[in-house]
């Protein structure tokens, strides 16, 4: 009588937890992720204001609360935000990388949410990524409708939405390479699901930064009548 033992099912999401990445890969993605957030830290002390910590601190908590709470997608699988291009279109590129890294090492240290292991890899995926990706496109696309309104909106969707799929492209690739699953296979799964989960972060992003608009535009670097604006640019030295 032979017992065949069943292969781990493969992460969905992206808290890729221990044992499903190479020793190399996790390696290699903890030393670019130290060394990420040296420049960030960095770079964010050199640009420090006195607003500056209470705002990173309610990012920090607003996306750690989001991140809790899973909304449903196409097949009984569920999605949830992940934060980083908001938080770079709010405090700049390298505020959100420190954010991010903030949220995702408590979430795997307290809730064992993602693998200790593969932190550097995590880390990078969802919060070092997606700030410089999300901060880049809404960039683009707000500097395209020279910071008008409407194109903050679209900038900030198009942002969170791409961000989320080079976040799963980033998984999967890590993934392949470290020999756990077959680019044919985990590739069009993360994609599928993160294209729709991209969906939902696009909306809550795009909300988030309406309500800051219609409260707060100066924290966009915005007046009050929405004309000319420095966008969230200031925050790059």
Not at 106 to 115: E, K, R
Request: aromatic share 8%.
């Amino acid at each position: 009588m032979s017992m065949v033992l069943p292969m781990p099912q493969l992460p969905i999401l992206l808290h890729i937890p221990d044992g499903f990445l190479s020793t190399w890969v996790a390696t290699v993605f903890y030393l670019i992720t130290i060394a990420c957030l040296a420049v960030a830290i960095r770079k964010t002390s050199e640009s420090y204001q006195e607003s500056t910590a209470p705002l990173m601190g309610v990012l920090a908590a607003f996306i750690f609360a989001a991140q809790m709470m899973n909304f449903p997608v196409a097949g009984g699988t569920s999605g949830h935000m992940l934060g980083g291009a908001l938080a770079a279109i709010l405090v700049g590129p390298w505020a959100a990388m420190v954010i991010m890294a903030c949220v995702v090492g408590v979430q795997a240290l307290v809730f064992q949410d993602g693998g200790l292991a593969v932190l550097g890899a995590n880390i990078f995926n969802m919060g070092i990524a997606t700030a410089l990706v999300g901060f880049a496109v809404y960039k683009a696309v707000t500097g395209f409708g020279n910071g008008k309104r409407p194109f903050i909106l679209v900038g900030t969707f198009a942002a969170a939405w791409v961000s989320v799929m080079v976040a799963a492209f980033l998984t999967s690739a890590q993934l392949a390479v470290s020999g756990t699953s077959d680019w044919g296979i985990v590739l069009p799964a993360m994609l599928g699901v993160h294209a729709l989960i991209g969906i939902g972060e696009g909306v809550i992003s795009a909300g988030a930064v309406a309500f800051v608009l219609a409260t707060r535009p100066d924290l966009l670097g915005i007046t009050p009548d929405f004309g000319d604006s420095t966008l969230a640019g200031e925050h790059v030295r």
